[in-house]
């Protein structure tokens, strides 16, 4: 599997949400990026069906884009956030369901 860190990327939140403020312009409403989000999710899903690593690749991406841009919104950063929530999901006891996810007891 490839969940390891790659500290080699050039894009960061900041540049991903100044790219998408410029071409798309400031965001008037966040539930605006979350449909979007469902949409690519929905995309995603689809790619995923079909098993085309090349678009599942893609679609993953522009959800996680618009993510970040979500988080930019509220002033969060997605990164520390995300580092907060895996403390806790590793502190958690977990029940396996057997096909790769699970639920915290």
């Known amino acids: 599997m490839l969940c390891e860190s790659n500290n080699e990327s050039s894009e960061n939140q900041r540049s991903m949400c100044d790219w998408a403020e410029q071409t798309f312009g400031p965001v008037s409403d966040p539930a605006s990026l979350v449909e979007r989000a469902l949409l ?8 995923v069906q079909d098993r085309d690593v090349s678009e599942i690749g893609k679609e993953a991406a522009d959800v996680l884009i618009l993510l970040y841009r979500l988080a930019d919104q509220f ?7 995300v580092q907060a929530k895996m403390a806790i999901n590793r502190s958690r006891t977990w029940v396996s369901k057997g096909d790769g996810t699970g639920s915290h007891v």
């Open 40 to 47: 690519e999710m929905q995309e995603l899903g689809e790619a």
């Open 75 to 81: 002033e969060l950063d997605l990164d520390q956030e």
